[in-house]
């Protein structure tokens, strides 16, 4: 029968609890007994789905293309705050090839962002927000159209300086005020004036950080079509059990008759966790016009319209005893969160959780302002916060003397500062070591005089990661065994672009012991997959991976039972391995499929379910990057030579995928770094740089050489397969430790990302340090 | 980037292309050739992708930015959302779809999977073009070569260093 219990999930740095169904037996760790034994868990696994992503044979969102498909593309507004006076889309109708445009004029009221809007608004909070939707049967004819859309638009005014946007008479972004909730979110431990008065040395910094745009390969987008009152949704998305969900609510329809899809995604990075208005403006469409209806965003729509990791303005003051020991952090951050927000943004999540300090307190204000709303960013808010923390620890270290290094270890958390738990496995001290041994920390100072100019100098910086990436329930898998001796493992799940499908088949393969080529892995399809969780948060692997491990047990456990009926083989006898009985006391080995001959089209299913984590302990990851860099005195460019990144995140099942994962998370924590900030014009309230030509990401020729490392420590308390996530904490560290690196090479630090020439040209000039507090 | 089409000199068989009416265009890709009809607008990524099925070359910035619609012309990497379909008659087009022979990858594709050059995967199809135009012009690239000659890819997942393990690794197996 299956068991209801009650228990925390952590998502993002935030805490839930749930209810969960529990089936099934219990499974036991594997231990190093079974490590040593395993084919495919551990070993490097090509993706299962390379051939497909190769050739393009790989069917995205955008290349979902069905008869009679028509086109449709959003008009959005110009204006930073507006009303809608009048719209006339009368000539955009009559032009020959437009079938639909869809508008507040024509189209029903949906609410949206938790009823703040609506689909089709008549007030538009932000230039780039949806006002129309031109349907036709051609790509090109639909750009014709939006310019034959006439609209009246009443500029209101408008914010986008967060700062501003906190002041008494700042126009409004929504009649409720600016300040999301009211309130900022405050967290509290111990005495703060306390632990200041007790402290030796204070140092206080004011850190900037800039929006960034995730700038997906593949824009956001739907393909919807309905198959009778069914309706049929490929998606972009991380979630599809998500988009099912929303569309489900914002159309009045049961969930049986949704179906959402999404085989392969270009990139989501934590903007994909949600339907679109796309998503539901294509499902109007298609149901007003009987036919397939495409709904693609553009490159500049992408960048306006579809989130950013939000602007940041920490301060942050720290004190500490002669020795180092934090005696207090007060970390205060106002966020620029845009027009509307799903939930609070946040920048204190590793000042709570990264050190153990007494005395504590944080805030952050998340500020509505007429720009594009935010929304998760790979590690959302633990980016922004590691690099004014970090940074500032730093700049501890030099006050007090202090190998940046041994100040982190004197504050090592030995249990989890909030809850006061202890970790189940915590690897941080080892991604230390052995990141410090690869970049050659202690002969940094030796490397910094030999290779320092008179124009150029080296600098050395280093920095922390916690995130959490437990994963949890609820998320189910199927196993069948089909009658020819294969098998197919169903989840709900996704494959962003992590490897997923390789690493599930690995742990099913192993599981069952099949051979890795006769497994498949289903998943991207509501219609028979089980539920499993959005693809983010670090979570797929820990949250499905247990799930599917259990199914395949079930179902080997059943083929076993089957197979020693029909072999005539006493149960305890007999074994799988490689997709063949084996008869421990003959030796005999029989193929999976021969025992289907004699049983007809019998197929076994196998039930898995995740299981909860522990109660009494937290399960968290950790990493330590380090980066070596030289800046030119004369340009101001920051070269960065090298970063070492060392992570722990359990157990590792495909070392050849995960490091592909280390690689993008410090390529994006570089962008972030150095190059990449949407700029906004704050006189018009324009974004001024929506594309790829002018928002810098890296290119091949911008990245160091990187050295990606994992403690392999399998954590066998946190789930049964002893795995962690590791999507996030790459990209963490990266921007603290290469700002440190700057700092150690300039003599003084640049309190604000990304560290462009201007910006360290500027600080040289000014010659003396500087708290950040001048920096506008 | 190769550089702009030579002019071709409007022969009488040829139609015109002043639009805005569609006008039949003949394409030459993957070795066969393809008869249709578009508006003179449309870029050869468009035709690919709308007109004739082939997806496999993407639309990631429709600006000439982000390199996911690059194909081969001429054996040249070009991005196709630049050039209109109608500059490309009389020109042999290479896209992804026409790599792999008899179901087998060609070696550039299978270094990508072996390597695991991509993440998402939405930008691999123009980076192995990027790759075998390279490899076909200069047979031992340097790493330097390899990353020039990809660097008008981008890749946000950040599979860049192991595209260029993948690059090197796919010189060599094509040498041997």
Redo the contacts between chains.
């Keep these: 029968m299956p068991k209801v219990i009650k228990t925390e999930v952590e998502f993002e740095g935030r805490f839930y609890e749930e209810y969960i169904v529990l089936e099934g037996e219990d499974l036991s760790p594997w231990g190093p007994d079974r490590d040593r034994e395993f084919r495919f868990v551990g070993k490097p696994q ?2 299962v789905d ?11 969102t ?2 979902i ?1 069905l008869p009679g498909m028509l086109y449709g593309r959003i008009l959005r507004c110009p204006h930073p705050h507006a009303r809608i006076q009048r719209i006339d889309t009368s000539k955009a109708e009559k032009l020959p090839g437009v079938r639909l445009v869809l508008s507040a004029e024509n189209a029903p009221e949906i609410p949206w962002r938790m009823g703040l809007t609506q689909l089709f608004d008549r007030t538009l909070r932000y230039a780039g927000e949806e006002v129309a939707l031109v349907v036709a049967d ?3 004819i639909c750009y014709d159209a939006l310019d034959l859309i006439e609209v009246e638009y009443e500029p209101l005014p408008f914010v986008v300086d967060p700062v501003k946007a906190l002041e008494p008479n700042a126009p409004k972004v929504h009649e409720s005020g600016n300040l999301l909730n009211g309130a900022p979110e405050v967290y509290e431990r111990g005495d703060l004036e306390k632990g200041f008065e007790e402290a030796d040395v204070v140092v206080e910094g004011v850190f900037r950080t800039q929006s960034a745009l ?6 956001h987008g739907s393909v919807a079509h309905w198959e009778g009152d069914t309706l049929v949704i490929w998606d972009s998305t991380q979630h599809i059990f998500g988009v099912r969900a929303q569309v489900a609510q914002a159309l009045g329809l049961p969930l049986n008759r949704v179906r959402v899809i999404k085989q ?4 989501g ?1 934590g903007s994909k966790n949600a339907a679109g208005k796309y998503t539901v403006m294509a499902a109007l469409a298609a149901r007003r016009t009987g036919r397939p209806v495409q709904v693609l965003l ?2 500049f729509e992408e960048n306006l319209a579809t989130g950013n990791r939000p602007s940041t303005v920490q301060t942050l003051k720290l004190g500490a005893k002669e020795d180092g020991r934090l005696t207090a952090i007060y970390h205060k951050s106002i966020l620029n969160v845009g027009a509307y927000a799903a939930w609070p943004a946040s920048a204190s999540g590793p000042t709570k959780r990264l050190y153990s300090c007494p005395n504590l307190k944080t805030e952050d204000y998340s500020v509505y302002t007429n720009l594009g709303p935010f929304s998760a960013f790979r590690a959302p808010g633990y980016v922004e916060g590691t690099f004014a923390l970090e940074s500032m620890m730093d700049e501890l270290a030099r006050k007090l003397n202090l190998d940046p290094l041994e100040l982190r270890l004197k504050n090592y958390a030995e249990i989890d500062p909030i809850t006061n738990k202890p970790y189940t496995t915590k690897g941080l001290k080892q991604a230390y070591e052995r990141g410090a041994q690869l970049i050659g920390w202690e002969k940094r100072e030796e490397v910094k005089k030999t290779r320092s100019t008179k124009t150029k100098r080296v600098g050395f910086g280093m920095a922390s990661q916690i995130w959490g990436g437990s994963g949890g329930p609820p998320a189910y898998a199927l196993v069948k065994i089909n009658p020819d001796g294969t098998a197919t493992v169903i989840t709900g799940t996704q494959d ?4 997923t499908r390789t690493a599930l088949a690995q742990i099913a393969a192993e599981a069952l012991g099949f051979p890795l080529e006769r497994v498949r892995v289903e998943l991207g399809d509501t219609q028979w997959g089980v539920y499993s969780p959005l693809s983010a948060g670090s979570m797929t692997l820990a949250s499905v991976g247990p799930a599917v491990r259990a199914a395949a047990e079930d179902a080997r456990a059943q083929l076993l039972d089957v197979g020693a009926q029909v072999l005539e083989i006493p149960r305890d006898r007999i074994s799988l391995e490689q997709g063949e009985f084996v008869d421990a006391r003959s030796g005999e080995r029989t193929p999976v499929q021969t025992i289907f001959e004699k049983l007809l089209n019998y197929t076994i299913v196998g039930k898995g379910a995740r299981g909860p984590n522990p109660e009494d302990k937290n399960i968290n990851t950790f990493g330590a990057q380090f980066a070596r860099v030289e800046v030119d005195l004369e340009t101001g460019r920051v070269r960065v030579e090298r970063i070492v990144a060392v992570h722990e995140s359990g157990r590792v099942v495909n070392p ?2 995960i ?3 280390l ?6 924590g570089l962008g972030y770094a150095l190059t990449e900030r949407r700029l906004e014009d704050p006189r018009r309230g324009l974004v001024v740089n929506p ?3 002018t928002y810098k ?5 911008d ?1 160091p050489d ?1 050295v990606a490392e994992m403690v392999d420590m399998p954590d066998p308390e946190a789930n049964p397969l002893g795995v962690k996530g590791v999507g996030e904490p790459p990209i963490i560290p990266t921007a603290a430790a290469i700002a440190n690196a700057v700092a150690d090479a300039l003599g003084f630090r640049v309190y604000e990302l990304p560290l462009t020439v201007d910006r360290v040209l500027m600080a040289l000039q000014r010659g003396e340090p500087s708290r950040g507090e001048d920096n506008k | 980037m190769a550089k702009a089409l030579e002019p071709r000199v409007q022969s009488a068989q040829l139609p015109s292309i002043r639009g805005p009416e569609r006008v039949p265009l003949t394409l030459n890709v993957n070795g066969r050739t393809f008869s249709l009809s578009v508006e003179p607008r449309r870029t050869l990524l468009d035709a690919l992708r709308n007109d004739l099925g082939l997806t496999g070359a993407k639309k990631g910035c429709d600006e000439g930015t982000c390199g996911a619609c690059t194909v081969l012309l001429d054996g040249k990497p070009v991005y196709s959302c630049l050039l209109l379909a109608v500059e490309c008659q009389e020109h042999e087009i290479e896209t992804i779809e026409g790599l792999a022979r008899d179901g087998k990858l060609h070696p550039v594709q299978e270094a990508f999977v072996e390597h695991d050059a991509l993440q998402c995967g939405f930008c691999t199809p123009g980076q192995i073009l990027s790759v075998k135009a390279l490899l076909e012009q200069n047979p031992e690239p340097t790493e330097e070569d390899v990353k020039r000659a990809v660097s008008g890819n981008l890749c946000r997942c950040g599979a860049y260093p192991h595209i260029v393990e993948a690059a090197l690794a796919a010189a060599k197996k094509l040498k041997s």
């Design positions: 090509p993706r390379g051939p497909e992503r190769v050739t393009g044979a790989a069917k995205f955008h290349d293309q051609e790509e090109e995730h700038n997906c390969m593949e824009t392969y995604m270009g990139g990075f553009d490159r962003i672009g992590t490897g050849l995928t490091r592909s994962q690689y993008g998370g410090v390529i994006q594309s790829l030509e990401v890296p290119t091949v020729e990245v990187i």
